[in-house]
């Protein structure tokens, strides 16, 4: 930050770069864009442009061409598998005069005839051992979870090009662990004037939780704040920009997201990559205690969402997905009269769900959902959406009915019915007003 | 494509232009360029480029300028918004040299008075009723579930331009319900000379499945055959081209996958957008049987692919997430001499499991996964990614041991259990040989 003597510091532009037909025809949907946009951001890049394109022959030297020392960094992903239509490896070294070589790093061809020798009782392909190879001059960049080789080049004088492996996981690998981030880091970091956090928030709807901040909002202002919603959650996020040297952006991020929590009170829970589910097994993990769940209309992704957290099994031992009243009955031991009395979606039913997990856990905590996330099963007293939330807990034990917004769809009301049972976990453990 | 020659039907080419900083800065996921990229792909078009661009002044203008007259189809999604940022409209009148006006539609500012005087005390501010503006001279394209209205027009003399709102139903509202898919239908839809289908397999490896059509496979050809893998299913795509009036795409591509799933076998269970838990539960309904399932390692995962099917209700009431070894005792009845003789994860505790599910919910079938997602837990002889997957029905009850590819981390190895749990269902209920 201090490095930068100019007066106004100028911010690093990007460009991120798709590619594969299988994307321009649908197939796949591309998740590698959003994710480098990000990693990109954090390292002080503002991303500029992203294309998507095909594996046609010179597609992407036509477009490597066109970007070639107008922005500081490209970043590709695809095209660097063992088909005839990955051309990423040729067209870079065209764009750059350059042949394509092996990388030179021991082992890496052997590593390959390894790998084939596993699958098929014929040598390794030509094609399959070029995932090993690069332009000449580049720097490769290792994909510990794949067979295919990233590499790293300068392209023109201002320009630093990543290319990557297409599959996600491939192309985190070779740029975390291969060598990419740290390369941008190493060239970008350090006079980085962009800082960027993301505040998580539940328990109100988009346009409530704007008017806790609509003062900082401000087009063009510095912080630059900006809101998503979705099912899950509605986030803020705070792209902070250092406009002098003695102003570093983290300063006015951190000073930013602290007024923003102030201002928010309990409706934030969580900052950047966190989850509601990874928050809940942390507390409950930090708390000694342990929680079950019963769902119907969630059928199990509340207890997905809790268990797609590693170490999960330290807090969560038993759920149930009782989809039928006989399920319920028999295995929460909700008695009969309450569906009659009720219906199956009632704060009653619900109520009984959780004391009933609890007490046949042995849980501290118990968490229920019953409701109709639809298409069908409507009526004019309880349309799609009306979902029924219970928590049962040490000092904590109601229940509540939300309408939740029927027109996303049965997904999304499966989705916002997990958040709000999570946000109940929440609010109980750390004994704030319950969710209403 | 070696055969265009004078006779050769053409095929028309598309962009699709995802607009918004959010994209740009990774804070939301783009979902809407692939679904496009299918859409205008079914309609006979060639997606040729994507491209995601920012919200600034003019970004939009210049990019239309560039590309007007090169492509048949334009679509872009984003910028139709109330805020300041939202410049969609103003960039597409600048580029045709045509004012903004309301569009021509009776009550369609009337709504939004309405819609925003629910949520505000005083009257609806200038920006918020721009949603029902477009260029001078376009063709409006409701948006039966937002306020922000498409609208589509041509620019220059070949290019047909169709802007849409970026909420994703938003968009898809505005495309299906609103007009542009019609029409595009209407432009493109007679002359269509593609078409395209996808056939799903699961059970093999992705080498293994393109050993089957291996010699189908071929650089240029026509059809043109692409596989894609992840965690859920292996797919081969067909793209099928009409060469000559006489022989349509869509005979080509029916031919096509006919051959395949002959080539196939047992492998392929469905089609185009069908899922595996669809299957199952349009299967299920159809025999009038029911099926119940216990969980460990997939904690949830499997109960919601299948609680995640509308009409669920019929053929799902039971399942369990028994997270723990006395959890399985408790619930599902496996005996403890079982834990230590082979230890929780085993196909004797998988199989105990699913017959426990069966007698306890009474269902004709049962599935039961217990595994090691990681990443923590695995050891020498049962690695992460070792999983135990039984199935109990009418004339089926066996189980396996499986070792799915743990370094593509937990949330791989739980979709690959609950892909293969599916499988053996599918195999389980109509007579074909099991999982190995």
Redesign the interface.
């Known amino acids: 930050m201090s490095a930068v003597h100019s007066e106004a510091i100028s911010v690093p532009t990007a460009v991120v770069i798709s590619i594969g037909?299988?994307?321009?025809?649908?197939?796949?949907?591309?998740?590698n864009?959003?994710?480098?946009?990000?990693?990109l951001?954090l390292k002080g890049l503002?991303?500029?442009?992203?294309?998507?394109?095909?594996d046609g022959v010179g597609e992407l030297q036509t477009l490597l061409t066109e970007l070639a020392d107008h922005v500081d960094v490209i970043l590709t992903t695809g095209g660097l598998g063992p088909t005839?239509?990955d051309r990423t490896r040729d067209d870079v070294a065209a764009s750059l005069g350059v042949p394509v070589i092996p990388v030179p790093v021991e082992g890496a061809i052997e590593h390959l005839v390894e790998v084939y020798s596993k699958?098929h009782d014929h040598p390794a392909t030509e094609a399959f051992l070029a995932q090993a190879s690069m332009p000449a001059g580049a720097e490769p960049l290792r994909n510990f979870?794949g067979s295919a080789w990233g590499f790293m080049v300068n392209l023109g004088t201002r320009t630093r090009l990543y290319c990557l492996p297409g599959p996600p996981?491939e192309c985190l690998s070779s740029y975390r662990d291969g060598g990419a981030s740290a390369d941008l880091e190493e060239r970008f970091g350090m006079a980085s004037s962009l800082a960027?956090g993301?505040l998580h928030t539940a328990g109100a709807p988009e346009?409530v939780v704007e008017e806790h901040l609509r003062e900082l909002i401000v087009?063009g202002g510095n912080p630059r704040l900006?809101i998503?919603a979705?099912a899950d959650k509605v986030?803020i996020?705070v792209?902070a920009r250092s406009e002098e040297p003695a102003r570093p952006a983290e300063h006015l991020l951190e000073t930013t997201l602290q007024d923003l929590q102030q201002r928010l009170g309990s409706l934030w829970w969580g900052r950047d990559a966190q989850t509601m589910a990874g928050i809940a097994v942390e507390s409950l993990q930090e708390a000694g205690q342990t929680v079950a769940?019963a769902?119907s209309c969630?059928?199990?992704?509340?207890?997905?969402a809790?268990?797609?957290v590693?170490?999960?099994?330290k807090v969560?031992?038993?759920?149930?997905?009782?989809?039928?009243d006989?399920?319920k009955q028999?295995?929460l031991g909700v008695p009969e009269v309450l569906f009659e009395q009720h219906g199956a979606v009632s704060v009653e039913v619900a109520a009984a769900m959780a004391q009933g997990a609890r007490r046949?856990?042995g849980c501290d905590w118990a968490l229920a959902i019953t409701g109709i996330a639809?298409?069908?099963?409507g009526t004019e007293e309880k349309p799609v959406g009306t979902v029924c939330l219970a928590i049962c807990g040490p000092h904590t034990d109601y229940s509540i009915c939300r309408h939740q917004f029927a027109?996303?769809?049965?997904?999304a009301i499966?989705r916002q019915s997990v958040r709000d049972a999570l946000d109940m976990l929440r609010r109980g453990m750390n004994g704030l007003a319950p969710l209403a």
């Open positions: 037909e299988e994307l321009l025809e649908g197939r796949i949907a591309d998740t864009a959003g994710t480098f946009a990000r990693e951001l503002h991303v500029s442009k992203m294309y998507t394109i095909g005839a239509d699958y979870v996981v960027h993301v346009s087009d900006g998503t979705n986030s996020s792209l769940v769902e969630t059928g199990g992704r509340l207890a997905a809790i268990t797609g590693a170490g999960a099994s969560f031992s038993h759920g149930w997905v009782t989809y039928s006989q399920a028999q295995q046949v856990s639809g298409p069908g099963g027109r996303a769809g049965r997904d499966q």
